[in-house]
Every structure is written in C-alpha cells, then in structure tokens.
T-cell receptor, first 116, second 109 residues
C-alpha cells in the first residue's frame, strides 16, 4: 500500500459546487500538510496539522476549509471556488519532532482541480 | 523576503551528466532538500543537506555551500526516466520550508 494517497485524482467543479479532497497516510506520521501547486510557481503551503491540531494557516481564503479527524486522514473542503483556484493540490505527511518540521515530507500524487 | 532561485528548464542527453543549481536567500538555514517530481505524480525525496559538502547517492549527488547560499544536484549517466521536475526547498530559521519553482529537466536520446 502506498504511503500517501489522495482522492480524487482529478476534479472539475463549477464555482457554486461544494466538494472535498481526501488524503490518507499509512506511514505513522503525526503531521499532515496541504499544498497548492500552480504551473511554474513554488509550492504554496496552505495548512499544517500536527497531532490533529491546525498549526499553520497561511492566509488561505475561507473558501478552503481543512479538516483532520485523526492523524491518518486529512480533508480539504471546497466551496464557491474561483477559476484561479485551479491547480494541483498536494497532501504531504511527516514525523514531527517537537515543533520542528525537520523531517522529510512524503507527498501524495495530488488532485488536479479545475474550476469552471 | 525569502527567495529560492533555480533554472526553469534544462535539456540534457541520455548518458550525459547534468548539474541543476539552486541559490537561496532565506532568514536562517536549517537544511536544504531536493525532490523529484514526474509529471502528474507526487514529489519524491532525493536528498537532504545541512552541512557543507557533497553527498553522493548512486547516480545522484547533492552539494551545499552555506556561505554562498548555493546548492546543486548532479545527475550522472542520465536515463530517459530522469526526465522530471527537480524541486529545491530550504528550511528557514523558523523551520518553514521555502520552495523553489522547480527545474524541468528534459532528457533527449
């Protein structure tokens, strides 16, 4: 079984839709991350969860709402998105030592989101 | 501000050697990562450098000079499967990962 899985792999939605992205990690890690990856731009960190508590929220619009019910699962709930939100959304996990994200992050394959 | 610079795209020939450079200006430094990302796939970890010098791992090597704010990834005996994007990322003083935009490497036969 692969380390970090994401579903769906592809998603097309209208601006009025509500959808959710799912991430699951099988590595026994205690931190999970959502990133946005747009073409030819650096990865943008959106949210970090450590031990199921949100510890980072990098000025992400409220139309993105994360949820972390346990250390293995992470969701990103989407509503009233804009076309500029079209991107690859990557989930990652790592082991967190104290407050330091020094350990290697392992990524899922991403969800390719298109907002019409 | 914090900045990671790497070339947008590079082309190399199968069997050859290529060096992908990364320069950084960050508030502090706690290590530098290289990741490989094939089109449509997850970024995968290649290397981590925190001390100056060269780390070799098979066909791939990564070099770091903290005084120059510089790293490179060296790929030897290039294979077609090495066609991918290579991402450089630096851990700053707050242990936040600062990412470069990636270098797309095209391998030609």
């Amino acid at each position: 079984e692969t380390g970090v899985t994401q579903t769906p792999r592809h998603l097309v939605m209208g601006m009025t839709n509500k959808k959710s992205l799912k991430c699951e990690q099988h590595l026994g890690h205690n931190a999970m991350y959502w990133y946005k990856q747009s073409a030819k731009k650096p990865l943008e960190l959106m949210f970090v969860y450590s031990l199921e508590e949100r510890v980072e929220n990098n000025s992400v619009p409220s139309r993105f709402s994360p949820e972390c019910p346990n250390s293995s699962h992470l969701f990103l709930h989407l509503h009233t998105l804009q076309p500029e939100d079209s991107a690859l959304y990557l989930c990652a996990s790592s082991h967190l030592s104290g407050q330091r994200y020094t350990d290697t992050q392992y990524f899922g394959p991403g969800t390719r989101l298109t907002v019409l | 501000g914090q900045n990671i610079d790497q070339p947008t795209e590079m082309t190399a020939t199968e069997g050859a050697i290529v060096q992908i450079n990364c320069t950084y200006q960050t508030s502090g430094f706690n290590g530098l990562f290289w990741y490989q990302q094939h089109a449509g796939e997850a970024p995968t970890f290649l290397s981590y450098n925190v001390l100056d010098g060269l780390e070799e791992k098979g066909r791939f090597s990564s070099f770091l000079s903290r005084s120059k704010g510089y790293s490179y990834l060296l790929l030897k005996e290039l294979q077609m499967k090495d066609s991918a994007s290579y991402l450089c990322a630096v851990l700053d003083s707050n242990y936040q990962l600062i990412w470069g935009a990636g270098t797309k490497l095209i391998i030609k036969p």
